[in-house]
């Protein structure tokens, strides 16, 4: 243990002017936190009914009926009870033939507000007798399906009809809502990029053919990037690259490939941070449900204050994934997830090993969006994940003896995270936003786990790395102004945003938690909150490719300063600029 000590004690000696050293936990929570490129296609499924002329009622001029009741005929997926409480007014009357007409629109209406979008009824051609109208029923039952694909297609015909097929059977009722659904999941699949649809009416009388017209995407994508988001000590100044491929197999599957790194970063003294991953997903089934497996390894060395230390580490995580929109739709949507993660951490020092940790979580969450036009329409987007996980120490040095004297924080633990959105349309140039984030945890986590507030997805006045514990939240305000519609990158926005988080930094304390800093008598805060606020401007240029530059500034004062007052970064500045470029191709 006094080796443990004495290793402590220089590692420590080593950070005072600046801030306790940033490992492998800190460094990769950069990475899982910067926005990934979007490659999934925005377009909406087209969906175009024809209806079919049906043989109607006919009767001379003037002609009327006494009615005593309705016959129906055709019904199947709503009850006729129903049916004929919409048309229990019009019993005991007479009425002409448009009335007659007017009676079976709102037949057809009930059934379009039900959900069944080409239902129709009508008074068909008969014999009116003992005062009894009959009322037809076509509910639209499914007959076939023609696709047409205009490409190539990189998902195999038989797979994109199995879509159909499987969620709406041929001789079943269409209904709006597993349609749209069906179109979606379909619009979805890697592979595919536009969804066009009608129906016809088919060779049987009451039945409705099916015809898709599907766009073939690319068979190959891939983006670069490059920002400012990465940790000072560990290289800023990032560059990536996304490849992938689609629809290997011709399922619908995707294989993507992610490489970033900080280059040596001169100017920063030896910081470099290189990561990588790979990932692979499968569909399985035709109802949106898909299954994944990804590694990752991230390779860090510090710079700076840190470059005559020898620190460095590494990170490798293994993963399992899947999951399933338990609704699809146009306004609306709700996604289920689950995960599990195997996440071995290494840090090192001055020619030892500091810390070896394993860290295996299993997570599940609901996610989703809605659309509506709530003071001129917005959108929302919100998500809920809870968290089960165990963090295993090597006793390396006496890192586990000290942990479990301290923090505590090896064993099993349970974090839950939390996040809320709303984009408000102000006028058709101008927007709002807020967003929402939160953690709540079980008990002391791991810097792999913990929650942080500074940095580009956060608290932006202040650094990454700032501001850090186990539990915390932060609340982003943003106005949105379009300034350019149209100019050589594409269309300029301008806009302005205040943030606020604040952090709890242990979930328990212990004796002596906070004792102060023998060199400067400062002691550790148990509660920290961060306020700043700045400008933006960001050019699109097309869906997905875009420059966001965001300058923002320091609101009051921080109590996470660390010794001699600096920040995370080991600068004491109020003002923070951020960049990021993504050119998708």
């Not at 069944?116 to 039952?141: F, K, S, T, W």
């Not at 629809?247 to 001169?266: A, C, E, I, K, V």
């Not at 660390?562 to 995370?568: D, I, K, P, Q, R």
Request: hydrophobic share 35%; net charge neutral; proline share 4%.
């Amino acid at each position: 243990m006094g080796g443990a000590c004495l290793l402590w004690d220089g590692v420590y000696a080593q950070s005072l002017p600046t801030t306790p050293m940033p490992d492998a936990g800190q460094i990769l929570d950069t990475i899982k936190q910067t926005p990934t490129p979007d490659f999934s296609s925005d377009a909406q499924p087209q969906i175009n009914v024809n209806t079919p002329t049906r043989s109607a009622m006919t009767a001379p001029a003037g002609a009327s009926f006494m009615v005593n009741g309705f016959k129906i005929v055709g019904n199947t997926v709503l009850p006729e009870a129903d049916l004929q409480s919409k048309l229990s007014v019009l019993i005991g009357k007479k009425l002409n033939l448009q009335q007659l007409r007017e009676a079976a629109v709102q037949i057809s209406d009930y059934y379009r507000a039900k959900g069944y979008l080409i239902a129709r009824a009508y008074v068909p051609a008969q014999q009116i007798n003992n005062g009894i109208v009959e009322i037809q029923i076509i509910e639209g039952h499914r007959d076939k399906v023609n696709l047409e694909t205009i490409g190539s297609p990189i998902v195999k015909p038989s797979v994109q009809v199995d879509f159909i097929n499987k969620s709406i059977p041929q001789n079943a009722v269409i209904s709006d809502a597993q349609l749209e659904r069906t179109l979606l999941l379909l619009s979805d699949t890697p592979g595919v990029s536009d969804v066009k649809s009608s129906l016809e009416p088919g060779a049987i009388s009451g039945t409705s053919d099916l015809n898709l017209t599907t766009t073939s995407g690319p068979r190959y994508f891939g983006s670069i990037d490059a920002d400012n988001f990465g940790n000072r000590y560990a290289g800023s100044d990032r560059v990536g690259i996304t490849a992938g491929i689609n629809s290997m197999t011709g399922y619908g599957d995707q294989l993507t490939f992610r490489g970033q790194t900080t280059g040596t970063n001169g100017m920063q003294q030896g910081s470099q941070t290189n990561y990588g991953r790979v990932a692979y997903q499968l569909p399985i089934g035709s109802d949106g449900f898909k299954l994944g497996a990804a590694y990752s390894a991230m390779r860090y060395q510090l710079g700076l204050n840190y470059q005559n230390t020898a620190t460095n580490g590494t990170a490798n995580t293994a993963s399992v994934f899947g999951s399933y929109p338990f609704v699809r739709g146009r306004n609306f949507n709700l996604y289920g997830q689950v995960e599990y993660d195997n996440l071995s951490m290494t840090n090192n020092s001055m020619g030892f090993q500091i810390s070896n940790k394993i860290v295996n979580n299993s997570s599940a969450g609901l996610s989703g969006n809605s659309r509506d036009a709530f003071l001129g329409g917005g959108l929302n987007t919100f998500g809920v994940t809870a968290t089960t996980g165990n963090l295993g120490l090597q006793n390396t040095n006496g890192y586990s003896t000290l942990d479990s004297t301290t923090a505590q924080t090896a064993g099993s633990f349970q974090r839950y995270n939390f996040n809320l959105s709303r984009l408000q349309a102000i006028t058709n140039s101008m927007h709002l936003v807020l967003n929402a984030t939160a953690q709540m945890a079980s008990k002391n986590l791991d810097s792999s786990q913990q929650f942080y507030l500074g940095g580009p997805t956060g608290v932006r006045a202040y650094p990454v790395g700032q501001g850090v514990g186990s539990q915390g939240a932060v609340m982003q305000l943003e106005l949105h102004q379009q300034v350019v519609e149209q100019s050589p990158v594409g269309v300029i926005s301008a806009y302005a945003f205040y943030d606020l988080g604040g952090v709890q930094l242990f979930k328990n304390t212990w004796s002596n938690w906070n004792q102060p800093n023998p060199p400067t008598g400062q002691s550790l805060s148990q509660n920290t909150s961060l306020q700043g606020a700045g400008l933006g401007l960001k050019a699109t240029i097309n869906d997905r490719s875009y420059l966001n530059l965001t300058w923002a500034h320091t609101i009051g004062t921080s109590q996470s300063v660390t010794v001699y007052g600096m920040n995370a970064n080991g600068m004491n500045l109020s003002n923070t600029f951020w960049f990021q470029g993504v050119l998708q191709f």
